[in-house]
């Protein structure tokens, strides 16, 4: 059974820090490539960071600079760090597994960067 959950969401300042996890079981990890997406009331979900199987990354321009997507291929986990976080980062984060036609994904963490 597939299964991909998130944690380390809360309630932060702006200007603060979270390092978000998500523990994957159920498939071959390794070979799987791990994004975060994010979804804010009101608008479309939205991809913030990706790592290939290969440890290739890209970024949302939003996020550039701030956050970093890793993953421990040994553990099933991908995490990410994300720094100096603003209010518009607010949203649920979801992890997804991605490979070729095939898709899973976690039922989400909350973010709410907020003073």
């Known amino acids: 059974q597939v299964q991909l959950v998130e944690s380390g969401g809360g309630l932060v300042q702006p200007g603060g820090s979270l390092r978000l996890s998500c523990a994957a079981s159920?498939?071959?990890?390794?070979?799987?490539?791990m994004s975060w997406y994010r979804q804010a009331p009101g608008k479309e979900r939205e991809l913030v960071a990706l790592?290939?199987?290969?440890?290739?990354?890209k970024y949302a321009d939003s996020v550039k600079g701030r956050f970093t997507i890793s993953r421990d291929n040994a553990k099933n986990m991908v995490y990410l760090q994300m720094n100096s976080l603003k209010p518009e980062d607010t949203a649920a984060y979801y992890c997804?597994?991605?490979?070729?036609?095939?898709?899973?994904w976690g039922q989400g963490t909350q973010v709410t960067v907020s003073s």
């Open positions: 159920g498939f071959t990890f390794s070979i799987y490539t």
């Open positions: 790592i290939s199987n290969g440890d290739g990354t």
């Open positions: 997804k597994a991605a490979l070729v036609l095939k898709s899973y």
